[in-house]
């Protein structure tokens, strides 16, 4: 099952089966079932909060991915700065649309395995999005 909450924000304006679906393919495409997956929308200061509390780290991100995968199945919690998100398409020009759900699905693709700290894998990650992104519904 995939959850959206939110804290301190408004849900964004998305289309929740839809978004499920692409989720449910996309995890497929990796040779993956989703099972357990909460999404939580909230502000930079809840962002950084969590990030302090839970990874020791003071700075804003757009998201935080906590994996509790088994075997194949895709499991874990995703929170989603709605803040930076909007930022972020501003500073690369993109639609705060498709900021969202690249967001959104970098979460995902994190579950599937994919990485962007070492060397070579931001790179990876990029293209592993872009992918997704195509299949969006």
Request: proline share 1%; net charge negative; aromatic share 8%.
């Amino acid at each position: 099952m995939i959850s959206y909450n939110t804290d301190g924000v408004d849900m964004p304006k998305i289309k929740k089966r839809t978004i499920t679906s692409w989720i449910r393919a996309v995890a497929a495409t990796y040779g993956r079932r989703v099972g357990d997956v909460g999404y939580l929308f909230v502000n930079d200061e809840k962002m950084l909060e969590m990030n302090r509390e839970y990874l020791g780290h003071d700075y804003y991100t757009d998201v935080i991915t906590f994996d509790y995968d088994e075997d194949d199945i895709v499991s874990g919690d995703i929170i989603i700065s709605l803040d930076t998100v909007k930022s972020n398409a501003e500073l690369y020009a993109k639609s705060y649309d498709e900021e969202l759900h690249r967001v959104i699905i970098h979460g995902i693709l994190h579950l599937c395995g994919i990485n962007d700290k070492g060397p070579g894998e931001r790179e990876i990650m990029e293209r592993a999005e872009n992918r997704a992104l195509a299949m969006r519904i």
